[in-house]
């Protein structure tokens, strides 16, 4: 392909101010974030695949800050006072890409979100249960009042079965991740934002201050570049402590009567599950195979299918018929670290990953720091 491009072709569309790799959700809000703060600067995001590839538009669209249980393990590794803070980041995170699109553009709804217990696992149960006052307190003043109560009353009007236990939280809401997607797609490329699918990243060299950018389609060349390909960060920065986890997902055909509304976790946030168009959207259980999951390829492994099948029929669907209509995967990027990983790799270098699973509630925000970082070494 380089060697047929045209004069023109090279003199316009491969030189620019910063490039940013990855289309997702990070990698746009960093591009709209310099297009809106420097409108001059010629920005371009290069994205390997036809569409955004990982986990932006393939995850389960959950605008989340976490499950009680989740916060649980998440003060062991962080302490109380950093989970506040990371909590705060996560919530203002989702006020921030709300307030960019719109509620209506991404389908938001607050339906609230529920937790689940089964009747052996009560001690999992009362641990739970016992911290809803001190996670209320907590995020008081971050959230809003009450964010956890305990709703056993509930559990019949949402016709689960082994149910003993369910938690809600009134904040959590649920988002439409395609029409997210679409609609900052839509904004960056109002601003002046050159986007080219289908363009993978092979190299990149620092060269006289000058960032050279291999692909297939040609070389491309700028002075800062932006890593935003998340899990897949590995193939251009080798040295990153990141970790990529594989998410499986299945999605029912429309059911009749659907009594489920809102967002739910299970089995500490490995089983998540939600409405949307009468349909169920279930996925999880990286748990039972950590090692399987824990991959860059795409695709589904019959022991976590059946054993979301399973919960479908048994807890979620009791006695419902339903068909599966469609499964996918999505990469997510996890560390030993909470917080997304936003540095300057090496000169003129920077990247931003390690999302942790929080994409829709973070992405804004991580891309917009990652932009400021490259804007203040321009």
Not at 180 to 209: R, S, T, W
Not at 224 to 234: E, G, L, P, S
Request: hydrophobic letters at 40%; a neutral charge; glycine letters at 8%.
């Amino acid at each position: 392909m380089a060697n047929e491009l045209s004069y023109w072709e090279k003199t316009s569309f491969f030189n620019y101010d910063i490039i940013v790799v990855g289309s997702g959700i990070v990698g746009l809000n960093a591009a709209i974030h310099l297009k809106e703060t420097a409108p001059k600067l010629r920005i371009s995001i290069l994205e390997r695949g036809f569409l955004p590839t990982g986990a932006s538009t393939k995850n389960a669209g959950f605008a989340c800050f976490g499950s009680v249980s989740e916060l649980i393990e998440q003060e062991k590794t962080a302490g109380t006072d950093h989970l506040g803070k990371l909590i705060e980041r996560r919530w203002k995170g989702l006020l921030k890409l709300r307030n960019l699109l719109g509620d209506n553009s991404i389908d938001y709804q607050c339906q609230g979100g529920f937790e689940l217990f089964k009747k052996d696992e009560a001690l999992l149960s009362e641990q739970c249960v016992s911290k809803i006052e001190h996670f209320n307190n907590l995020i008081r003043n971050i959230v809003g009042a009450d964010a956890f109560s305990l709703k056993n009353s509930q559990i019949e009007s949402f016709g689960f079965k082994e149910i003993e236990s369910l938690i809600a939280n009134q904040y959590e809401a649920q988002i439409d991740t395609g029409k997210m997607m679409f609609a900052l797609l839509q904004y960056a490329q109002k601003l002046g934002v050159v986007v080219f699918n289908n363009c993978p990243v092979k190299h990149i060299v620092e060269v006289d201050n000058v960032v050279e950018v291999n692909t297939d389609q040609g070389n491309f060349s700028c002075k800062k570049i932006i890593i935003a390909t998340n899990a897949f960060v590995n193939s251009l920065l080798p040295d990153l402590e990141i970790s990529p986890g594989r998410g499986q997902v299945l999605i029912t055909s429309p059911i009749k009567n659907l009594k489920v509304k809102g967002t739910f976790h299970y089995d500490k946030g490995y089983y998540y599950f939600r409405n949307i168009n009468n349909r169920i959207l279930l996925g999880g259980g990286r748990n039972i195979d950590f090692d399987a999951e824990t991959t860059t390829a795409f695709g589904q492994t019959e022991v976590i299918q059946q054993a979301l099948e399973h919960l479908l029929k048994h807890v979620i669907l009791p006695d419902i018929h339903f068909k599966i209509e469609h499964r996918w995967s999505g990469i997510m990027a996890f560390g030993n670290v909470l917080e997304p990983l936003i540095k300057e790799v090496k000169p003129n270098v920077f990247c931003a990953t390690r999302c942790n699973g929080m994409g829709i509630a973070i992405g804004s925000q991580t891309g917009e720091d990652v932009a400021e970082l490259a804007l203040r070494s321009l």
